[in-house]
């Protein structure tokens, strides 16, 4: 187990004038389970391979705990990989496949046989040790990985995107395994997705990076309720958060037919960029619906008190004690598409209207011009 260092590691591809990943500076402590999470292309995958010394690093350096491992080869860096094709030998048993690495480095047949067997117990497979890949399911394919893996000891586990080949279901029941199985191990662990809903629910940090720089590094909850700039405010939840540009007004912004207050220090900094206008972001579960115009299903509002944005319903999905509403507004005289949460049994009908208002104290504002978060 050990610590984890990118300092300013820079990987630019042959041929390429844009760095793949940008001056990376990323400490990971002992033990810790980080996300790395960004759209395709982003470098979470080159950050990866740069660590385990397969691509080599053109600029800055790499450290595992006190040892500089930039150019050392990956023999001998001490990690383990687990990758998405899950890479094992189809002609070797579970158990054959699961201690080969032990083999291969001259360890003994009685030592291997029993870290095969710990590591089984752990990821229960035991009754599967002389069984060959073709005869278990793609969940047991990537146990089969994990324990590969574990087996080695190693003071760094890998991981790229080794969920990406299993069914919706069994990638839940999955990821819930790794996260518990690296708390019991207590291993560092750096696993790379592009799906945030994974990155949220398994890592201790999250690390979103975009065309090679990272946006902002955080904890889940962190991440979610402070985003760095609209990049990581429009990738991280699902469904995204609503992002909204209106003008500053009196009290606050114009939203709509409504004044929404929001802090003078995010107002003063905009201004202080000389934009006359700021991005407002609203998750989905922070609107209150203040109007519904034909819903029929919800307390109609008085015409005084139907403030707030106009939206007209698109889609309604229910998903049972909730149900997301897909509807356009028109914003600055543009069709701008939101999404707001209903409880399921108040969800209005397709055709609809209903007005919308940020609940108090739930908007994030983002400057206009550059994208930085400007709110606390």
């Known amino acids: 187990m050990s610590t984890v260092t990118y300092n300013k590691a820079t990987r630019i591809y042959p041929g390429a004038e844009v760095p793949a990943v940008d001056q990376l500076d990323i400490q990971i402590d002992d033990g810790e389970f980080l996300v790395l999470v960004g759209p395709s292309g982003c470098g979470k995958s080159t950050s990866l391979r740069m660590l385990a010394g397969l691509e080599d690093v053109n600029a800055g350096s790499i450290h595992i705990g006190d040892r500089d491992v930039t150019h050392l080869p990956p023999k001998d860096r001490d990690i383990a990989m687990v990758f998405q094709n899950y890479a094992l030998y189809p002609h070797m048993t579970v158990a054959q496949n699961m201690g080969f690495a032990l083999k291969i480095a001259g360890v003994n047949k009685a030592d291997i046989r029993k870290k095969v067997e710990e590591a089984a ?5 035991t009754e599967y040790l002389d069984r060959k890949p073709k005869a278990l399911s793609g969940g047991q394919r990537q146990r089969v990985a994990m324990g590969r893996a574990i087996v080695r000891e190693p003071q760094v586990f890998l991981m790229d995107e080794p969920l990406s080949n ?7 029941q999955t990821r819930t395994q790794i996260a518990g199985l690296q708390r019991r191990l207590g291993v560092t662990t750096v696993y790379v997705t592009h799906d945030q809903v994974e990155a949220m629910t398994m890592g201790d940090r999250v690390a979103v990076l975009k065309d090679g720089v990272l946006q902002q590094i955080d904890s889940p909850r962190r991440m979610y309720d402070k985003p760095a700039n609209l990049f990581v405010a429009g990738f991280i939840g699902s469904p995204a958060m609503n992002l909204v540009e209106v003008p500053i007004t009196d009290g606050g912004v114009k939203f709509g037919n409504s004044v929404v207050p929001v802090e003078r220090e995010a107002l003063a900094g905009a201004q202080a960029k000389g934009d006359t206008h700021v991005v407002v972001g609203c998750r ?10 034909d819903t029929g299903s919800l307390a109609k509002a008085d015409e005084k008190e139907r403030a707030g944005l106009a939206v007209d319903v698109n889609v309604v999905e229910e998903t049972g004690a909730d149900a997301y509403v897909f509807g ?18 108040e969800a209005p009908e397709k055709g609809s209207k209903l007005h919308v208002v940020p609940q108090p104290g739930e908007t994030h504002v983002f400057s206009a011009s550059s994208g930085e978060r400007l709110s606390d």
Do not use: M, Q, W, Y
């Open 284 to 293: 989905p579960e922070h609107f209150n619906v203040v109007g519904n115009g």
């Open 328 to 345: 356009t507004a028109v914003v600055g005289g543009e069709p701008k598409d939101l999404v707001i949460r209903v409880n399921s049994r």
């Open 166 to 172: 299993l069914d919706a279901k069994l990638r839940v």
């Open 121 to 125: 117990k752990i990821l229960d497979l």
